[in-house]
């Protein structure tokens, strides 16, 4: 199980954060959080629920992550085991995850699948979604995996979709022409991008779209 306490910096003040595995007593300030960080238009039917969280931690509890600050819930982060072919990348959330139950976690899969990540509004000038994605890169360092992998939503396309393609939208966004909050956010984090997948989730700013994209164990031969 996974256990990390350091010091993120408020402004220019040191703060106290914890990054540990979720139980079942964090499960209300989880869907809170899931609440708080996914407003309308995002589908309310892709909050977490109790079953899903229960799932999280039965199947899977070193996947089910959740960092605190100063003692408070702070945000979480939630992967599950599959195997992945880079020359059949194509795939939706729901398939991945099976709609974020991860009843299809393989114990024996090379690549942590990114099912979930989100931080409070109020702390995520904390950097703490950096911090979150770093712990499961030493998951897939300590566990000796291919790969992490998952797909980023691109909220900002909806505002150019009248004359990019979400292909042309993606590419700009890697060429420093645009910005995108989580697109950005994954590509400082480290990630790399695999392919955009069309009907990825129900995301009206995304339009549907995602850009899969990837972080290899450096490690992994």
């Given at each position: 199980?996974?256990?990390?306490?350091?010091?993120?910096?408020d402004?220019?003040?040191p703060?106290?954060?914890?990054?540990?595995?979720?139980?079942?007593?964090?499960?209300?300030?989880?869907?809170?959080?899931?609440?708080?960080?996914f407003?309308?238009?995002?589908?309310?039917d892709?909050?977490?629920?109790?079953?899903?969280?229960?799932?999280?931690?039965?199947?899977?509890?070193?996947?089910?992550l959740c960092?605190?600050?100063?003692?408070?819930?702070?945000?979480?982060?939630?992967?599950?085991?599959?195997?992945?072919?880079?020359?059949?990348?194509?795939?939706t959330?729901?398939?991945?995850?099976?709609n974020?139950?991860?009843?299809?976690?393989k114990?024996?899969?090379?690549?942590?699948?990114?099912?979930?990540?989100?931080?409070r509004?109020?702390?995520?000038?904390?950097?703490?979604?950096?911090?979150?994605?770093q712990?499961?890169?030493e998951?897939?360092?300590?566990?000796?995996l291919?790969r992490?992998?998952?797909?980023?939503?691109?909220?900002?396309?909806?505002?150019?979709?009248?004359?990019l393609?979400?292909?042309?939208?993606?590419?700009?966004?890697?060429?420093?022409k645009?910005?995108?909050?989580?697109?950005?956010?994954?590509?400082?984090?480290?990630?790399?991008?695999v392919?955009?997948a069309?009907?990825?989730v129900?995301?009206?700013?995304?339009?549907?779209?995602?850009?899969?994209?990837?972080?290899?164990?450096?490690?992994?031969?």
């Open positions: 199980m996974y256990n990390k306490k350091q010091y993120v910096f402004n220019e003040k703060v106290k954060a914890e990054i540990r595995n979720y139980g079942k007593s964090d499960f209300p300030e989880l869907i809170a959080i899931q609440k708080e960080s407003p309308p238009p995002f589908s309310s892709l909050w977490w629920n109790e079953q899903q969280l229960a799932n999280h931690v039965a199947l899977y509890p070193q996947g089910a960092i605190e600050v100063e003692g408070e819930m702070a945000g979480s982060m939630t992967a599950l085991l599959t195997d992945f072919d880079p020359a059949h990348p194509e795939h959330w729901q398939e991945a995850t099976d974020g139950s991860i009843r299809n976690h114990p024996g899969g090379t690549t942590l699948y990114i099912v979930d990540i989100c931080v509004p109020k702390y995520r000038s904390l950097k703490l979604g950096q911090l979150l994605m712990a499961m890169y998951q897939v360092v300590h566990n000796g291919e992490l992998l998952g797909g980023g939503r691109m909220p900002g396309y909806h505002n150019f979709s009248d004359k393609t979400a292909e042309q939208y993606a590419e700009q966004v890697i060429a420093g645009l910005k995108d909050p989580v697109i950005s956010f994954l590509l400082r984090c480290g990630r790399t991008p392919t955009v069309a009907n990825y129900e995301d009206e700013e995304s339009e549907n779209y995602a850009l899969l994209m990837e972080w290899k164990n450096p490690f992994h031969q």
